[in-house]
């Protein structure tokens, strides 16, 4: 029995992807590489799994926390090769299953190479039954206190005796390169995750009222940057001056009632040039439908037209609990808990619109040079980088 320390990666989704599969599984390898640094040694891809071989001086429990952040992953465990004679393996397993201790049990076997020549069920039994008279323990398949994994991919025998489990999705990189608005509060992360799970390469953009608030809202969202980019290895974080536009509309339009919408219309114009320029696919926001005022079904409509990129609102059908439950999870729940003074609440009435109206604000806006506005910002935008 080998000594090598090994983790076993299962992936399920990946395994749906028909002639694309081997593109895929490459991208995951490269990302688990990355996400495990000088810890990993060498990776081999089985059929629907992966073996990583790791450093002697690999920590477990970093690497758990590493491999948990890779999307792609559905599940993996640390494993212990055994020889891949059957009689010889049996021998290890069971000498490694009676130094555990347990009252029930059962052996789960899986075959991924057909032409082994014992049958997963004739492992499951044979094993099994060994154990039950030997060791005096019982099987239980529904509850069991212990389960015995053995996997066979092509000639390698694995042991392990507990799963981790992963996101599951797509290994980030491999559907393409979109932008996300990202606030400093809770649903913006959320909503970038969710688009990182499913294989994108997530940008973030944030607005700022600086001088006018102070420079919280910028701190925090370089905090979420930076808790983001532990899933993609690396991040782009655009910080786009929005001051001059809301003071532009201060000047020339009266009405208050739909200044939120402007500002998020405005928001967009600018994500779209930046994502025109560094060839961003999509647009991604925070919304979840009437969770606020300016997320009602005509005012999400309004706000969309103002742009004519694909805007994905990953949230838009999760509620808040959801929505804060993943926020701790994945680790940017404190990041947004910090107080700051949202630029959007800046020269904004009590009582907002909440049924837009695409003419109404169109006549609003024609009282303004958006192109002008727009330039303006795009030339101040700072951009930062974030390494993992
Ligand atoms: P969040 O929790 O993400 O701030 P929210 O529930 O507070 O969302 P809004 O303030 O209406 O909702 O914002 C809706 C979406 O617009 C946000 O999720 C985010 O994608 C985008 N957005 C709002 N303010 C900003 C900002 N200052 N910079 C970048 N994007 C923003
Ligand atoms: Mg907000």
């Known amino acids: 029995m080998g000594s090598e320390k090994i983790a076993l990666i299962h992936y ?3 395994s749906l992807k028909g002639g694309n599969r081997p593109l895929f599984e490459k991208a995951l390898l490269a990302n688990i590489k990355t996400a495990l640094g000088g810890w990993y040694e060498k990776g081999k891809i089985f059929s629907g799994r992966i073996a990583i071989a790791l450093g ?3 920590d477990e429990d970093a690497v758990k926390e590493r491999l948990r952040r890779v999307f792609g992953i559905a599940n993996f465990a640390f494993t212990q090769k055994l020889s891949s004679d059957f009689e010889t393996f049996s021998q290890e397993a069971f000498d490694e299953v009676a130094r555990k201790e347990f009252g ?3 052996i789960a076997a899986r075959r991924s190479d057909k032409s082994f020549p014992v049958t997963s069920q004739e492992i499951n039994e044979r094993l099994g039954l060994r154990i039950k008279e030997q060791l005096g323990k019982k099987v239980d398949l529904d509850y069991p206190d212990l ?7 092509g000639k390698e025998v694995f042991l392990y005796f507990e799963k981790e489990k992963g996101y599951g999705g797509l290994p980030v990189g491999t559907s393409g390169r979109v932008l996300s608005l990202l606030s400093s509060g809770f649903d913006s992360p ?3 995750w969710s688009m990182m799970r499913r294989g994108c390469e997530v940008a973030f953009v944030h607005f700022h009222s600086y001088p006018s608030t102070s420079q919280a809202s910028q701190e925090n969202v370089k905090e979420i940057a930076k808790i983001l980019t532990q899933y993609q290895y690396h991040s782009t974080l655009y910080l786009v001056p929005f001051l001059p536009v809301q003071k532009a509309m201060l000047a020339a339009i009266a009405d208050t009632k739909n200044r939120v919408i402007l500002y998020r219309r405005f928001m967009m114009r600018i994500a779209e040039r930046v994502a025109e320029k560094a060839k961003y696919g999509a647009l991604v926001t925070g919304d979840s439908l009437g969770q606020v005022a300016s997320q009602t079904l005509e005012n999400i409509a309004v706000i969309s037209a103002a742009v004519s990129m694909p805007v994905f609102r990953p949230l838009i059908g999760e509620n808040k609990e959801n929505i804060i439950a993943r926020a701790k999870e994945i680790g940017t729940n404190d990041a947004s808990s910090q107080p700051y ?19 109404v604000v169109k006549r609003l806006e024609s009282k303004l040079d958006a192109e002008a506005l727009i330039s303006e910002a795009i030339e101040k935008t700072e951009t930062m980088q974030f390494t993992f």
């Open 12 to 14: 399920h989704e990946i």
């Open 56 to 58: 002697p001086d690999a």
């Open 104 to 106: 029930t049990f059962r």
């Open 147 to 153: 389960t015995c994994f053995l996997e066979i991919a």
């Open 190 to 192: 959320v909503a970038a």
């Open 341 to 359: 003074e949202d630029c959007c609440s800046l020269f904004v009435p009590e009582h907002p619109e909440t049924k837009a109206n695409l003419l």
